[in-house]
T-cell receptor, first 114, second 113 residues
């Protein structure tokens, strides 16, 4: 069965510091991979996605993620965090087919301190 | 105006009541989804629909039903609400043609007392 694990429930980071959020997945084959962000009171917004090709993908808001097949991981990074990055972040996986249903991780809440 | 609109934004109801959550979209997407979000569990898929005549159960469909009234409308019903259905519910859409991202509504916070 497919599953997505985000090991960190909550991360606190100082403004200007780097951020890394971990995501590991268990899937029958290499899935499509996504990171979504949920700001308070809002729906989820796509940050970035990996379908194929370069394993380092760039997203919006200065985020990037690296797909590592050998580790079944898709970790999200940002070199310098801004206060507006305080949110909840979700990793998601989906099948490489037209049967387009995503499975989400439990989420990581990021707090940014001044 | 939002591309994916959910109504109501908040709802408090009592155990045993019938509740309908509504979702409408202006994106012209064929595919629509209902998810629920619980703290520590992330989002779990309740039902999804790939077109008007297609309805599929997700991983947690028990206690829920849906209706796809039109391409743009997808409603979620709780026939007899129970307290463990208290959650944040999200509707989402996607475009079949590009296998692209999900577009989410702002959510409906449902509390069942």
């Amino acid at each position: 069965a497919q599953s997505v694990t985000q090991p960190d429930i909550h991360i606190t980071v100082s403004e200007g510091a780097s951020l890394e959020l971990r995501c590991n997945y268990s899937y029958g084959a290499t899935p499509y991979l996504f990171w979504y962000v949920q700001s308070p009171g809002q729906g989820l917004q796509l940050l970035l996605k990996y379908f194929s090709g370069d394993t380092l993908v760039q997203g919006i808001k200065g985020f990037e993620a690296e797909f590592k097949r050998s580790q079944s991981s898709f970790n999200l990074r940002k070199p310098s965090v801004h206060w507006s990055d305080a949110a909840e972040y979700f990793c998601a996986v989906g099948p490489r087919s037209n049967d387009y249903k995503l499975s989400f991780g439990a989420g990581t809440t990021v707090t940014v301190r001044a | 105006d939002a591309d994916v609109t959910q109504t109501p934004r908040n709802r408090i109801t009592k155990t045993g009541k019938r509740i309908m959550l509504e979702c409408s979209q202006t994106k012209g997407h064929d595919r629509m989804y209902w998810y629920r979000q619980d703290p520590g569990l992330g989002l779990r898929l309740i039902y999804y629909s790939f077109d008007v005549k297609d309805i599929n159960k997700g991983e947690i469909s028990d206690g829920y039903s849906v209706s796809r009234q039109a391409q743009a409308k997808f409603s979620l019903s709780l026939e007899s609400a129970i307290p463990n259905q208290t959650a944040l519910y999200f509707c989402a859409t996607s475009d079949q043609g590009t296998n692209e991202k999900l577009f989410f509504g702002s959510g409906t916070q449902l509390s069942v007392l």
